[in-house]
């Protein structure tokens, strides 16, 4: 009996950590909401990361399609996928609540972490410099990249800052949601890691547009900010400079570049037209790709492999995976009625379409060349682990729906006028939010 | 209000979705197939074939300049060594026994790798006797060469890595630390580091020449598998153990590994020096001898061989292009499929910068071989290089060194005599001037002198000159940098007679055998003034001396001033300058090898037209109108091919010139040879026949060649003076330097019985009488025709005839 109740004990335990309920009375499978628009995000995850195995192999391995070992890169690349698949279970079924109870000690250790990377006198056998910048620590057999977990703990901070209160809907409210990026965006410029720094700042935004914020106060920061940025233009280190010199240089059709600082954008943009509409078959694709010399072209130029690969066609599939991963998240939060499950959902899913417009962009060349990985598809253990868990939490957002009394979030009526405004009408998502108090 | 705000994100995701599909779909749909042309151009390698530049020859074939050596076989130190040999055999006995490697015992894995290197050295070994094969050189001269490099790079390296220890052991010890003899080791290792001579490819042949050089690089594409059946089949394997990694066993290796042929050549000018032994019993009696004069003749025909400079300019990049837009043919030949130059230049290339050398660059150059390897298959393809093609020039080297000697001071007729009753120069005076040889047939030119020249290694003091401030005067006085034959513009003279009577004769304004009356001047009432040669110095008229009124062909060989002073008249200024246009002035030959005198009718000051009295002094060649050697001979060998005017050539390109007709009648063309045979052969009236030395010896024949018809005039042409400031400050203290009458004499001559065969000019400046000064040069080049087998000889016999001796420099 005591064995019994023990089990007892660690079933209602369990229950309750599942959903959220600290009282464990409600079962588990009351609770939990399994038909969810999350699955599309699982689905889109799914998808890209498979394609990513493809396309990591094709950009790796000259030898012709047949044989059956996938290049290492690969092998490992699905590995990943399948570390990435668990922890995202891992992350759902525990209510996203307890996520958010840990996101202050996470952010702080990430900050931690972040710091420890700047420190030069941290040895090179931990922290070794890759292409210039101090992002990756190596511990065990998998380097680790901090940034890349401080992304959802910046989103779960957030998302906990944010969610009973209405202070940023002044100006003077968004210092503070202002001052919580600032931290680790400067520690990770400081490594110099621009691309995923620049990241914070849309995820950031998007939101205090979910939570509300005014558009004015927002579109005010984005015009001093445009002002401001030609200040900011010396401060930038030399090879960031060159990077905008050479877009620059190539928006005005100028190709001398070709062999030297556009290198990589033009190869890229090459690869990527000489695709065309349905791609190349296989083997013709791997020559293409391996004597062109595509620089990280299992990493952050892996969109070029798959139009190459795929064409058009195959750049439209990834455009629409990710719309489609996007479409989940969105719905997700339309579907949440509670704050905290709405910002994570918003906050998560900006950082994963900026970071995929990011990347498209500077593989078509309409952005410079930034250090970034393209979400699911890009070869690397830390980006696919923290895509996955991005994808883990919005399936828990999705599977834990708040039990009524519903407490209205973010409903203000009016968008951007003036006043504080009342809490009011909610035109929710399949009528499941219409709710009017007050 | 939250739903709005999602719906809001949503959209603007939207708007940044299409905007990349749209550049997306422009990349990838409209511009596709430039993008797939780009990237598959990736998907092969060219690399470029070094060649050689064309050479420059003489009409006879003779090489006055060529690319030599031409190629050089170099290798990469760490073969010379055996150190490739040694680390190549390690990994290859790794490599066969991959599988097995770290179980085989310690003595069969060392037993594999003493083999597997054997099998290297072996391979290097056979290289070195295919390299002699190939290059048709002996065995032990590639082995001394070796030996060479290895030992200088050594020497090298022990001294830099000496002064290297040293230095770190004084940093060492201004620590203060004491040196121990662990530190020390690490010292030396730390300074023996390997040089950058340790590590880069070394000639160890040099000066293959281009045929040769093409089969070393395509035996440097070839490769064999070292370790391949024939090898398992003698051995069994390393150390008796058969391999287990199949893909080691096909490993190839190339025939010459970590070689390259490499362009590596020289201009060289093997004829540029040569010694020529002068007959000097035919000169002048004054300066005969029974026994012959040698002289070395420095640079000949280097003026107009010219010189190359390493280098590129951008202004060669620009000519380059230009010239293959301009011709077809070289364009056919030099561009690649893909539509790039194999002639473009590249840093380090050399450039044709002076003379034929840079006029004829573009047939000069080379073309580059290319070698195109598909990086899928291996395969390679391309074009072998050309070499540039051959430029043949009109020149003949034998003769021009000959007619540089007859032309230099030291032989003694270009100095100044007690007989050549010069004025303004004493005797002993070193005289310059220019010479020109042209084929009558063809207008080819085969001697072109100008005396004195630049030394093209600097060297002044051959001439003499010690001092800089020699140099500068001398340069000042003489011009050596002209090339007098075709840029300096001289005064014709009365050599230009003959010119002014066949424009008269053409332009019905004298009618052959008419007589005009010799009076001593040609104005009544002015005997001060256009006066008679003969009536200057001797106070008597044509008619007194010849007991008649002179004719043209009278004329031509008394050279009777009033005469052309009346041709002048009647011609007016506008016929007589259209005469010498006609016969070439004020046409620049365009050889190209550097600045030419066109000619020219009329004072500088364009604005003075010319009067009759102008066209009067011209018409004995004084006056506004100055024209060069080169003209001289041009218009006189016109005359000589019966009246047909042809640009002279340098460079035989199997086109024949241009010619014009001149219109002139046979009766005017024959009177004129008629009274230009006269002026050399008339002992009692011609002008060019004999010189009285006023040694009391009998007058002295100026030409002596048997067997040769001489056809020829005088000149004695006023010169401006050249006026120098002897200490450079200023021009008000200028003084006169030279003065007085260039010397003039053109022939035409041929063989007995035949018609001429070649023009003749000389002037010799301010050497007063025509026929006392270039007279007996003229008589000498017309000997060196006969020398070298031009007049009286077979034109097969001309080479063996030459008595020229190639000095080495």
Known sequence: ?438 | MFHRRLVLLGGLGLCAFSLLGAQLANLTLLGHDEALAEAEVRLTRTSWLPTARGSILDRTGRVLAEDRPGYEFRVEYRVLTGEWAQREGERAARRLHAGSWGDLPEATREAMVAQAVRRFDAHVNAMWDRVAATAGVERAEIEANIADVVERVERMHRRVSDRQFEKLVREQRATGALLSSEEAQRLRALADRPIAEQRRRHAVLSGIDAPRAFELIRLGERSLPLFGPQFIASSGGLAGIPADNPAALERRTPLLPESEVAASAERVHPFQSLEVTLDRSTFPRPIARETPITLTIDDVAMSIVGAVREGVQAEDTQARRELLEARGDLRTRALTPRGTDRGRYRPGDRVGRTGIEGAMEGDLRGMRGTRTVDLRTGERTGLDPSPGRDVRLTIDAALQARVRAIMDPAAGLTTVHDWHDNETLATGTHLYGAAVVLDVQTSEILAMVSTPTVPSDGDWSRLGLVTGEQVDLFTRLFNPQINRAVGKPYPPGSIAKAMVLAGATERGLYTPGERIPATGHLLPDRPDLYRSWIYKMYGITHADQLGRDPDGVDAMMVSANVFFYTLGRRLGPEGIESVYREFGVGEAPGLGIGPEWPGRVGTIDTQQTLGSHDAILMGIGQGPVTWTPLHAANAYASIARGGVFMPPTLVRTGRAPEARELALGSRTVEDLLEGLRLAVTDNNYGTGVSIDFEDGGPRGEIFNVPGVVVYGKTGTATAPSVLIDPDGDGPAERVTALSGDHSWFVVLAGDEGGAPRYAVAVVVDYAGSGGRVSGPVCNQILHALVHEGYLRGEPGDRIERGELTERQP
């Not at chain 1, 849309?202 to 914020?213: H, S, T, V």
């Not at chain 1, 990834?318 to 704050?339: E, F, Q, S």
């Not at chain 1, 009524?404 to 939010?433: C, L, M, N």
């Open chain 1, 1 to 438: 009996m005591t064995l019994l109740d023990r089990d007892a004990g660690l079933v209602q335990a369990a229950a309750a950590l599942v959903s959220g309920s600290e009282s464990g009375k409600t079962p588990v499978s009351a609770s939990l909401a399994p038909i969810n628009a999350a699955w599309l995000c699982v689905v889109a995850s799914l998808g890209l990361a498979l394609l990513g195995v493809h396309a990591i192999d094709v950009a790796q391995q000259l030898e012709p399609a047949g044989r059956a070992d996938l290049a290492s890169e690969a092998a490992r690349q699905l590995v990943f996928v399948i570390i990435g698949l668990i922890a995202a279970v891992l992350v759902a079924l525990p209510h996203y609540k307890i996520a958010g109870y840990l996101a202050w000690p996470a952010l702080v250790g990430c900050i931690g972490l972040l710091v420890f990377l700047l420190v030069p006198a941290v040895p090179t056998s931990i922290v070794a410099p890759r292409n210039g910048a101090r992002a990756w620590s190596d511990v065990g057999p998998i380097d680790f990249q901090p940034s890349e977990v401080t992304k959802i703990a910046f989103v779960l901070v957030v998302a906990m800052y944010l969610r009973f209160r209405r202070k940023h809907r002044t100006l003077r409210g968004l210092v503070v949601p202002g001052l919580i990026a600032a931290v680790p965006v400067g520690l990770i410029t400081l490594q110099p890691d621009l691309g995923t720094s620049s990241l914070f700042v849309p995820a950031l935004f998007a939101m205090l547009i979910a939570a509300g914020a005014k558009l004015r106060h927002l579109g005010l920061i984005v015009l001093c900010a445009a002002l401001a940025a030609p200040a900011a233009y010396p401060l930038l280190k030399d090879h960031q400079k060159e990077r905008l010199v050479a877009m620059v240089l190539q928006f005005q059709g100028d190709t001398s570049t070709a062999g030297d600082i556009n290198y990589q954008s033009l190869t890229a943009q090459r690869l990527i037209g000489a695709g065309g509409a349905g791609g190349h078959e296989d083997a013709t694709a791997r020559t293409l790709i391996h004597y062109n010399r595509l620089p990280e072209r299992h990493n952050d130029m892996v969109f070029a492999v798959i139009v190459n690969r795929f064409g058009f066609v195959g750049g439209l599939v990834v455009l629409g995976l990710y719309g489609l991963w996007i479409a989940g998240a969105l719905l997700t939060a339309g579907a949440c009625r509670d704050p905290l499950g709405r910002i994570i959902a918003v906050g998560l899913c900006a950082f994963v379409f900026a970071q995929a417009v990011v990347n498209i962009g500077m593989n078509i060349g309409v952005l410079p060349i930034i250090g970034i990985t393209l979400p699911f598809v890009s070869y690397g253990g830390s980006s696919m682990v923290t895509s996955w868990l991005m994808t883990g939490l919005v399936m828990s957002v999705a599977l834990h729906p708040a039990r009524p009394p519903y407490r209205p979030s973010f409903e203000y009526d009016d968008d951007d006028r003036g006043g504080d405004g009342a809490y009011g009408k909610s035109a929710g998502f399949g009528g499941r939010a219409l709710t009017r108090v007050g």
